[in-house]
């Protein structure tokens, strides 16, 4: 997380933008291919529909490009699936855009889209580094275009996922998951240190396994931090999965309990497995 203390991140507006436009266009081309009733199937996340779920994203483009966050017919906090003012604001675009007709939303969808991708192309370079508020604490506004890139790609795969069309190889290997990942792996100090309550002196290696393969090295000394290696040190404690599972987790998706004999430990299998309880880190 960062605060205004700590270095702001400078990204290549160029890199983040492949991978921003590249996940909407995946989104636009599954939507092509959903049935009537695969727009109604229930997805992994608590009380969202394939239908909430293009609402919700379409919603958070529209909002990004200046509309008005709509009134909602409930107070949609007392929901039990509602936990944070950002839950509350992505649950009045759900509901406001519920009854839109799919194709209608999917319209709706290319329409802000291509509005968000002339706007994003046109930003001066000082816009977007300049610090904002973002769902990772105050920080660019390329970081913040970062973070829409991972929630994008996310909600992809919440959509193969719901209609049973996991995506193949050279679907998962594309800007997005690149910049997804990146994304991940800035938080991943926080998640080891702090949330995983790795000890003071551990060194954590995350080995992804599969297409989307990667190692996170975590070095905790005082806090968490995300290095390039140990140089000539070996990790105290290795977590290895599958690159796709590892999303899932972190995401909320899923649990690691649930797919036991997915995930691997090596050293100190104990603060591995704590680390693995508390991938969760998404709001």
Not at 117 to 146: C, H, I
Not at 256 to 268: L, M, R
Request: glycine content about 8%.
């Amino acid at each position: 997380m960062n605060s205004p203390s700590r270095p702001v991140t400078t990204l290549a507006k160029s890199d983040v933008l492949d991978g921003l436009f590249a996940s909407w266009q995946n989104i636009d081309d599954l939507l092509q291919t959903l049935s009537a009733e695969e727009w109604t199937t229930p997805t992994s996340l608590p009380g969202w529909t394939v239908h909430d779920v293009v609402a919700h994203v379409t919603g958070t483009e529209s909002m990004l490009q200046g509309v008005a966050t709509p009134e909602a017919d409930i107070d949609v906090s007392t929901l039990e699936h509602v936990r944070n003012d950002i839950g509350v604001m992505n649950e009045h675009w759900v509901r406001k855009l519920r009854e839109v007709d799919p194709a209608e939303l999917h319209q709706k969808f290319r329409s802000v889209t291509a509005e968000r991708r002339k706007a994003l192309s046109g930003m001066p370079d000082e816009q977007w580094n300049s610090v904002t508020a973002t769902p990772a604490g105050p920080d660019t506004y390329g970081r913040f275009m970062r973070v829409r890139v991972f929630d994008c790609w996310m909600h992809e795969l919440d959509i193969r996922d719901a209609v049973a069309r996991p995506a193949g190889n050279e679907e998962l290997v594309c800007p997005a998951s690149a910049q997804a990942f990146d994304e991940m792996a800035a938080s991943m100090g926080f998640v080891v240190g702090k949330r995983g309550g790795a000890p003071d002196g551990s060194r954590v290696s995350i080995e992804l396994t599969g297409p989307l393969h990667r190692i996170i090295n975590v070095s905790v000394e005082g806090r968490g931090r995300v290095v390039q290696d140990f140089g000539s040190q070996q990790p105290t404690s290795t977590i290895t999965l599958d690159g796709v599972l590892f999303t899932r987790i972190a995401g909320g998706r899923t649990t690691p309990a649930a797919h036991e004999d997915a995930i691997s430990y090596g050293g100190d299998e104990a603060v591995g497995r704590r680390i693995a309880e508390h991938l969760n880190y998404v709001i």
